[in-house]
T-cell receptor
Framework: TQLLEQSPQFLSIQEGENLTVYCNSS?????LQWYRQEPGEGPVLLVT?????EVKKLKRLTFQFGDARKDSSLHITAAQPGDTGLYLC??????????FGQGTRLTINP | KAGVTQTPRYLIKTRGQQVTLSCSPI?????VSWYQQTPGQGLQFLFE???????NKGNFPGRFSGRQFSNSRSEMNVSTLELGDSALYLC??????????????FGPGTRLTVT
């Protein structure tokens, strides 16, 4: 059983469209990170959310942490081909040991 | 500040052999974690080292081992390689445990192919 469930697992959309990726759990996390990984490279940390209900923006990317700190979402506005990659969420349950979701593979078609 | 470095980037080994992978963390980071990433299983935690001591361990067989040196550099070793060990091995560094927010920074990985 995956502690962190990401949905969808695969998403292919056209350039300019909006999308949302979800990261859900029944467990509470003290913090949650989002990473983007490109083929053959390691994941790159995009953002860390800590407070329930917190919203952080990174250009066209908006990250939200659920009020109960059990879930998170990533929304991309006007997607571009450069947004293509594997998006991973990872949660810290307080033991400072991250648990990762299985990832969402996003493809933005020109 | 230089990022996490891993060597080698690519490696091809034969079943039964052993392999050692190396990781240098970001300067000032004292905690190093190792992960195995495969298409089917995703990112799986192997172990974490801090102050030359293993702090956490994932659910992998004893063939997988690691160590950390006094300069925080870390190595992981896989003995008696199996075909299923083919994967991208990722190293991540972080500040010492107990910091307010736990964030990990990943290296580019070592792509291991076992034939």
């Amino acid at each position: 059983t995956q502690l962190l469930e990401q949905s969808p697992q695969f998403l292919s959309i056209q350039e300019g469209e909006n999308l949302t990726v979800y990261c859900n759990s029944s467990s509470v996390f003290s913090s949650l990170q989002w990473y983007r990984q490109e083929p053959g490279e390691g994941p790159v940390l995009l953002v860390t959310v800590v407070t329930g209900g917190e919203v952080k923006k990174l250009k066209r990317l908006t990250f939200q942490f659920g009020d109960a700190r059990k879930d998170s979402s990533l929304h991309i506005t006007a997607a571009q081909p450069g947004d293509t990659g594997l998006y991973l969420c990872a949660g810290d349950q307080g033991a400072q040991k991250l648990v990762f979701g299985q990832g969402t593979r996003l493809t933005i078609n020109p | 500040k230089a990022g996490v470095t891993q060597t080698p980037r690519y490696l091809i080994k034969t079943r039964g052999q052993q392999v050692t992978l190396s990781c240098s963390p970001i300067s000032g980071h004292r905690s190093v974690s190792w992960y195995q990433q495969t298409p089917g299983q995703g990112l799986q935690f192997l172990f974490e080292y801090f102050s030359e001591t293993q702090r956490n361990k994932g659910n992998f067989p004893g063939r997988f081992s690691g160590r950390q040196f006094s300069n925080s550099r870390s190595e992981m070793n896989v003995s008696t390689l199996e075909l299923g060990d083919s994967a991208l091995y990722l190293c991540a560094s972080s500040l010492e445990p107990g910091t307010a927010v736990y964030e990990q920074y990943f290296g580019p990985g070592t792509r291991l192919t076992v034939t």
